[in-house]
């Protein structure tokens, strides 16, 4: 079966801080991956998505890059962060061909910036 | 743009009853829609999804009801437990080729009383 892991689970970094937050994938081959923000009582928003190793569409202007190293490994990066960046982040995958649209979510990262 | 909201922020049920949850979409060319719950601190899950070819899909005590002449998506669940509280989201997608690239509502949150 098929399973995502996405750490740390919360995390407090200060404003100018980098960032890094990793995602694997197991059980699938050549996943779609995406990396979402949830802001508090709110739905979520798509940041980036990839559909193979080093491909990698962002879809709102930010102060995050993403990264996919490997075919089941998306890491979502800051170099300096902002307190704007603060919100719980969430991976996932999602197979590819046909009626692929449906995702696996990993946990989550409570991601705090003072 | 497209948009897609949920008519009521919360809801509270007793526990035994049936729970409906209400979603609208603005965007005609959505053609699949998906349920997701998403319990504190955790991923959302997925629960259900339905096809614009269909009118009605049916779960395990859930069920999806998708009006396109109104553009207006339901989530019955059947005898609502204290498992069922969390936060509902719909999501709509347009094409297969979008590929997970839902567009979220911001939830509906779902409180059972025992």
């Known amino acids: 079966s098929q399973t995502i892991h996405q750490w740390p689970a919360t995390l407090v970094q200060p404003v100018g801080s980098p960032l890094s937050l990793e995602c694997t994938v197991e059980g699938t081959s050549n996943p779609n991956l995406y990396w979402y923000r949830q802001a508090a009582g709110r739905g979520l928003q798509l940041l980036f998505y990839s559909v193979g190793i080093g491909q990698i569409s962002s879809e709102v202007p930010q102060n995050l890059s993403a990264s996919r190293p490997q075919d089941r490994q998306f890491i979502l990066s800051s170099k300096k962060l902002l307190l704007s960046d603060s919100g719980f982040y969430l991976c996932?995958?999602?197979?590819?061909?046909?009626?692929?649209?449906?995702?696996?979510f990993g946990s989550g990262t409570q991601l705090s910036v003072l | 743009g497209e948009s897609v909201g949920l008519h009521l922020p919360t809801l509270s049920v007793q526990e035994g009853d049936n729970s409906i949850i209400n979603c609208a979409y603005s965007?005609?060319?959505?053609?699949?829609f998906i349920w997701y719950k998403q319990e504190s601190g955790k991923g959302p899950q997925f629960i259900i999804d339905?096809?614009?070819?269909?009118d009605k899909r049916q779960g395990q005590r859930v069920t999806v009801l998708l009006n396109k002449t109104v553009k207006h998506l339901s989530l019955q669940i059947a005898a609502t437990q204290p498992g069922d509280s969390a936060v509902y989201f719909c999501a709509e997608n347009i094409g297969s080729t979008n590929a997970g690239k839902s567009t979220f509502g911001d939830g509906t949150t779902l409180t059972v009383k025992p």
């Open positions: 965007n005609s060319a959505s053609d699949y």
């Open positions: 339905i096809r614009s070819n269909m």
């Open positions: 996932a995958w999602s197979d590819t061909g046909p009626l692929n649209e449906k995702l696996f």
